[in-house]
C-alpha cells in the first residue's frame, strides 16, 4: 500500500502570513497532484506535477515536486481567508490510480 | 457545461438497510471513479470503470458493496445491509479518456452517509 503522510494536519494562520504544507511519501510516483476541498464539495484539482524538482506557480501558490518523486510542497504567500479549505495531495501511478493524503486543513484568519 | 452531479446529497439509513447512490459523470468522459472520504480523511479509491466495464474493484470493502456503469455513462453504487462504519461520503469522479497518470479528474460533490 502506498501511504502519502501530510503534514501538518491542521494549521490556523492570520491573513497576510505565508505557509508551506508537505506530503511525503516512501515510494514513486509518477505524478502528484494538490487538490483542495471545500465543505460539502468534492476536491477541485490545483496542479498536476510530473518531473522531479519540478516548481509550478500559480498565482500566490507555490508547488514542488521532489527530486526522486516521493515528496511535494505547497507554499502560499500572503493568504488570504478564501484560501481557506482542505489541501490534499494525490499521488499517481502508471496505473493512474491515486492515492490521497488524509490532507491539511488550512484557516486562514481575517 | 454541467461538471458531476450525484444524488441523493444526502442519506440517512437505518442499520441493514440498502441504499443506492448515483453518480452522473461529464458528458462523454471515459473513465468513472468512486471513492469513499470518511470524516478527517482523504479520499479512499473504491472502484474504477472504463465506459461500461469495471476494470478495478479492489477498494471495495466488503461485497456488499456493488458498482455498476450499464451503459458507460450513469454509475451507481450500491450497498447492501449497512452498517455504521460505512458512514462517510461517497465521492464520484470522472475523467475524459482512459486511465493514466496525471489525467484531471473531476469530482462531484458527493453523497453524505450516514447510518443509524
Known amino acids: 500500500t502506498q501511504l502519502l503522510e501530510q503534514s501538518p494536519q491542521f494549521l490556523s494562520i492570520q491573513e497576510g502570513e505565508n505557509l508551506t504544507v508537505y506530503c511525503n511519501s516512501s515510494?514513486?510516483?509518477?505524478?502528484l497532484q494538490w487538490y483542495r476541498q471545500e465543505p460539502g464539495e468534492g476536491p477541485v484539482l490545483l496542479v498536476t506535477v510530473v518531473t522531479g524538482g519540478e516548481v509550478k506557480k500559480l498565482k500566490r501558490l507555490t508547488f514542488q515536486f521532489g527530486d526522486a518523486r516521493k515528496d511535494s510542497s505547497l507554499h502560499i504567500t500572503a493568504a488570504q481567508p478564501g484560501d481557506t479549505g482542505l489541501y490534499l495531495c494525490?499521488?499517481?501511478?502508471?496505473?493512474?490510480?491515486?492515492?490521497f493524503g488524509d490532507g491539511t486543513t488550512l484557516t486562514v484568519k481575517p | 457545461g454541467a461538471g458531476v452531479s450525484q444524488s441523493p446529497r444526502y442519506k440517512v439509513a437505518k442499520r441493514g438497510q440498502d441504499v443506492a447512490l448515483r453518480c452522473d459523470p461529464i458528458s462523454g468522459h471515459v473513465s468513472l471513479f468512486w471513492y469513499q472520504q470518511a470524516l478527517g480523511q482523504g479520499p479512499e479509491f473504491l472502484t474504477y470503470f472504463q465506459n461500461e466495464a469495471q476494470l478495478d474493484k479492489s477498494g471495495l470493502p466488503s461485497d456488499r458493496f456493488f458498482a455498476e456503469r450499464p451503459e458507460g455513462s450513469v454509475s451507481t453504487l450500491k450497498i447492501q445491509r449497512t452498517q455504521q462504519e460505512d458512514s462517510a461520503v461517497y465521492l464520484c469522479?470522472?475523467?475524459?479518456?482512459?486511465?493514466?497518470?496525471?489525467?484531471?479528474?473531476?469530482f462531484g460533490p458527493g453523497t453524505r452517509l450516514l447510518v443509524l
Open positions: 515510494s514513486v510516483f509518477s505524478s
Open positions: 494525490a499521488g499517481n501511478t502508471n496505473a493512474g490510480k491515486s492515492t
Open positions: 469522479a470522472s475523467i475524459r479518456r482512459g486511465i493514466r497518470a496525471g489525467e484531471t479528474q473531476y
